[in-house]
Structures are given as structure tokens and as C-alpha cells.
């Protein structure tokens, strides 16, 4: 594997590297940084949590020059994913003695404004806000030439196509162009046939690139049982940090109340908070204020949270790109994570396409194998007692038919008869048994 060190950065961005516990190349980083460091555009698929934000920064980084100009551009879907990649930027730009600069909507505008007019070399943003200041002319691409547009699939899906062309419009001729997406739709080739010369195509197979380091596990439960068995988990488990994913902004709600009822320290992450809000819970979360962040896809997109030990995905994702996406939030930088996913009996069909997906067969939680096993053993007791008392109950005397004889007397019957008949009461119950 190679290390950072053989590819001759900068020292001090080695020893930033080291620090941060990061030595070897990912198989991504290994293909895309030689392809970008020589100019070339370049589409790189590769899953989320593969180390491709590192594997665009530090050649991008190499090329800027030490001037106030704003000479490169990355484009990022949403707040969480500009502001993460946008953390990672900043420690290398200050290593080397650049200036990068994160804009995005519900930031106040006129501090971009004068933090914009410093002429950052490296620019992060969302399409609208980096539109926005464009016709303000408070940013300024013409002298831009290296563009990253990531997590393109997710960018065409929200419907920022035309936005990223009129920005692709503003920058410099020669510009470099490098596409980094999950998946390779038709409009995310279409984008690279329109604007890219000759790109070169770069493949990372997910294989167990983004899994090595995840143990995941399936669930059974019923929609009755969930909440009892996530809090289950949680209380046998005890995550440092755990993420809880569901599918709606009500269902987000709703865990997050139950869960605050049995006393976790939990908050939630959806779509209608305000960034100030979203911010500060995040805030929370990274210090372990928090213990669970229960959130929905969109909202929990890009995020990168060091610490994070354990994924539960309460509802099941509906696709093979959501579910490498959840589970990624842990088991990062080498260190080992869990996933668990709940399943009923009529969501096996989904699990197994998830699972050729990820080309991987899930496991079921030991624990629930053991309460498994153990009722199959306690169901076969039951059924062993039941079958011999019932072989009992043939063999039984039927004690009703000689009820009324013991000691009674009858009309029309010498009471003493029993007594003169001894041999044939004998004779009955043997022949009973």
C-alpha cells in the first residue's frame, strides 16, 4: 500500500496527515491523485467513505499559487457535505499558507460578501449560494481552473443541473474538471461528454472498500417492537456515538421524542431545521453532549463525525447507495464500526437486493440467533409435555364412570354388592390399563 510520503508532498502536510492517523492511500486516492496531479479531467466513481475528498484536495492544493486570487472551485450538493470537505481544506490550506472558504444558504450574506472579497484561492460551496454571490459579483471564476464537482449523482437528483452549467459558464477556459459520484447516471455522464476533454475514467469497486471495518447485522422485529428493541441494543451495546436513520422527517421526530422519554441524551437532524439549528446540534454531537443523532438520508448527507461507533438503521434503506451511504458514517479512518438493521418478514425481499448489492450476506444478531434457538428448544419442551400428557390422558382410568360407587348407596341396589364383587372391579380397572 502506498504511504502519503512517497507521493512527495509537502512534509508538513504529511506530518498533518500522520496526525490525524492517516498514512497509507486508499484505492481511491492511489488512482484519482497521479490522474489530477497531471491535469487530466477525470470521473472518478467511488462510493461515500472512501477517502475521495482527500483524493481531490491535495492535488488541487499543489497547484494553487499564493496570490489573492480565487483559482479553484468545489461544488458540493449540501451544507453538511461543503462544510465537511470544507474542514479538511481548511487544515491543509493553513499548512501550506492558503485561504479556502466555505459559502452556503442560511449563512448571513453579507459576511460572505466580506470574507469573499479577500479572494480566497479556494472556494467550497452549494450551487445556489455560489450562483447567488456570481450575479452579485461578489465572487468571481474567470481565473478559475480547477473545478471538483462532487457527489454529482446527488447533484442531478436535486435538480442542480442548470445551476452547476451556468457556473461551469463562468470559469476559465482551460479549466480542469474533476467529477467524483457514487454512481454514473445518464445525466452525470451527459455533464461529462458536454464539458470534460478526453476525461479519464476511474473505477473503485465498492467491494468492501467502505465495509471491512463494519459489522453489520440484521434484526428481526415487527413495527411494534422496534423502539423496545433499538433501546434494547443501545443498552447492551453502548455506543460512544450512534446514528439512528429513518425514512421521514416525522418518523425522525418521533424516535427522537421516544427516546428522550426513556431518558438518552438525543437529538434529531431533519430537513426542516434551520442551518443555525442543524449546526448546533451537530456541534453537540461531535463534543458527545449527545449519545444517539437520530436523522433522515438528506439531512445526514456528507456528514463526517470522528467517533461515531454504531449505525442503526430503524427503517431499512430503499436502495444499495443508501445503505452504503448510512452505514458509512461509521467504521471510518481504520477503526472498527457496527451496523444494525431492522427487518420484518416482508421487507426480506429489499434486504437481499441489498445485500447482492454490497455482494455480501448479512448477518443475523447472535443474540437473536441465541433467543432463537432458545425458543425453538422451550417451543419442542412445551410440545414433548404436551404430547405425553396427552398419551397420559389415554391411559388414563375414567375415573367418572366409578365416581358415584365409592360409599354411596343406590335404589334398588344392595349396598354391599360392590363388596361381594371384588374380583370384577379388579378385573375393570385392569383391563382399563
Do not use: W
Not at 501550506?96 to 472558504?101: A, C, D, K, T, V
Not at 452549467?165 to 457514487?182: H, I, K, N, P, W
Not at 455522464?189 to 464539458?195: F, K
Not at 448479512?362 to 412445551?382: F, L, N, P, T
Request: net charge positive; hydrophobic share 35%; with cysteine.
Amino acid at each position: 500500500m502506498t504511504t502519503f510520503r512517497e507521493l512527495n508532498l509537502e512534509l508538513s502536510v504529511c506530518e498533518l496527515l500522520r496526525y490525524q492517523g492517516i498514512t497509507e492511500l486508499t484505492p481511491v486516492q492511489e488512482q484519482a491523485i497521479p490522474a489530477v496531479r497531471s491535469g487530466q479531467d477525470v470521473v472518478v466513481q467511488a462510493q461515500t467513505g472512501t477517502g475521495k475528498t482527500l483524493a481531490f484536495l491535495l492535488p488541487v492544493f499543489e497547484k494553487l499559487k499564493k496570490v489573492p486570487v480565487t483559482q479553484a472551485l468545489v461544488v458540493a450538493p449540501t451544507r453538511e457535505l461543503a462544510i465537511q470537505i470544507a474542514k479538511v481544506a481548511s487544515l491543509i490550506g493553513e499548512t501550506m499558507g492558503l485561504e479556502s472558504l466555505v459559502i452556503y444558504g442560511g449563512q448571513d450574506i453579507e459576511r460572505q460578501k466580506q470574507k469573499l472579497h479577500r479572494h480566497p484561492q479556494l472556494v467550497i460551496g452549494t450551487p445556489g449560494r455560489l450562483l447567488d454571490h456570481v450575479r452579485r459579483h461578489t465572487l468571481d471564476l474567470s481565473r478559475v481552473n480547477r473545478v471538483v464537482l462532487d457527489e454529482a449523482d446527488e447533484m442531478m437528483r436535486r435538480g442542480f443541473l442548470e445551476d452547476v452549467e451556468t457556473l461551469l459558464a463562468e470559469v476559465a477556459g482551460d479549466r480542469q474538471f474533476m467529477l467524483f459520484s457514487a454512481t454514473i447516471p445518464d445525466r452525470v455522464r451527459g455533464l461529462a461528454r458536454q464539458y470534460m476533454r478526453n476525461p479519464r475514467e476511474i473505477l473503485v469497486k465498492s467491494g468492501n472498500v467502505t465495509l471491512d471495518t463494519i459489522r453489520q447485522l440484521i434484526v428481526d422485529t415487527s413495527e411494534e417492537t422496534k423502539l423496545d428493541k433499538l433501546c434494547e441494543l443501545i443498552n447492551s451495546q453502548q455506543p460512544y456515538l450512534a446514528m439512528v436513520f429513518c425514512h421521514t422527517r416525522q418518523r425522525v421526530s418521533r424516535v427522537t421524542l421516544e427516546l428522550a422519554k426513556r431518558g438518552y441524551l438525543v437529538d434529531e437532524l431533519q430537513g426542516e431545521m434551520t442551518q443555525a439549528q442543524r449546526a448546533l446540534v451537530l456541534k453537540r454531537f461531535r463534543a458527545a453532549q449527545l449519545q444517539i443523532l437520530v436523522a433522515t438520508d438528506i439531512a445526514a448527507r456528507g456528514l463526517d463525525i470522528e467517533g461515531v461507533t454504531h449505525v442503526y438503521n430503524y427503517d431499512i434503506p430503499n436502495d444499495v447507495e443508501s445503505y452504503i451511504h448510512r452505514i458509512g458514517r461509521t467504521g471510518r479512518a481504520g477503526r472498527q464500526g457496527m451496523a444494525v438493521t431492522f427487518v420484518n418478514a416482508r421487507q426480506y425481499a429489499l434486504l437481499r437486493k441489498i445485500e447482492a448489492g454490497i455482494k455480501a450476506r448479512i448477518d443475523k444478531d447472535v443474540s437473536e440467533r441465541s433467543r432463537e434457538r432458545a425458543k425453538k428448544r422451550e417451543d419442542y419442551r412445551k410440545k414433548a409435555l404436551q404430547d405425553k400428557k396427552k398419551e397420559q390422558e389415554k391411559k388414563a382410568v375414567p375415573l367418572s364412570k366409578y365416581a358415584n360407587r365409592k360409599g354411596a348407596s343406590h335404589k334398588g341396589r344392595n349396598p354391599r354388592s360392590r363388596r361381594q364383587k371384588p374380583s370384577l372391579r379388579h378385573g375393570k380397572i385392569k383391563k382399563d390399563f
